[in-house]
């Protein structure tokens, strides 16, 4: 009897072919891809954006409202968001309304600052008052200017709002002209 050892043929060395390896290098792509995109989610800049591009859209078709209905707006801007107005008679009245020119609060993290014609305007304020005060916080809500205005012709009142947090190194400007033509920028802050 006889053994017989059997070899591996010559010339085939055991190891991974260059497709395999080129499978596994696109699925560890596709995996790093996917949690880039998760984390990124969470960056306070991105929420930054995220509020830039809705206050752009907004003003858009507040614009376009504004032209179709041949109405008066406005937006009035606080410390802590912005709130689209129409005028009624001699007075400005919030547009409740309609569901997406409607009052918008800003993020806790987001800080707003608001250029009109190349000077600062003061922001409104309403702080809550006592009890007593109630009638005076009426009638100053009754006398309120807004600071932008958006009339039915298509003109706004030319403006830049900066948004910023110190949570983050990008400022977000929105720029509105004069003839309502929206554009906004990133700039990095050092």
Not at 28 to 46: K, M, N, P
Not at 132 to 137: N, R, V
Not at 156 to 169: A, E, I, K, L
């Amino acid at each position: 009897m006889s053994v017989r050892l059997l070899s591996a043929r010559p010339g085939r060395s055991a190891g991974f072919t260059l497709l395999e390896l080129m499978v596994v290098l696109v699925l560890i792509g596709i995996i790093f891809s996917f949690a880039v995109l998760s984390l990124r989610g969470t960056d306070i800049s991105d929420l930054m954006e995220q509020e830039t591009r809705r206050l752009a859209t907004l003003l858009e078709l507040a614009s376009d409202e504004a032209i179709l209905q041949g109405e008066e707006l406005a937006v009035n801007f606080e410390d802590d968001g912005y709130e689209f107005l129409v005028l009624q008679g001699n007075s400005w009245q919030s547009s409740i309304d309609d569901g997406l020119l409607k009052a918008y609060s800003m993020p806790a993290e987001v800080e707003l600052r608001l250029e009109v014609e190349g000077e600062p305007p003061e922001l409104n304020k309403f702080a809550a008052q006592e009890d007593g005060d109630s009638e005076e916080d009426e009638e100053e809500e009754e006398d309120l200017t807004p600071q932008v205005f958006i009339l039915s012709s298509g003109e706004m009142t030319p403006f830049t709002v900066t948004f910023m947090s110190f949570q983050s190194d990008y400022r977000y400007h929105l720029t509105v002209s004069l003839l309502g033509k929206v554009s906004w920028e990133v700039e990095e802050t050092l």
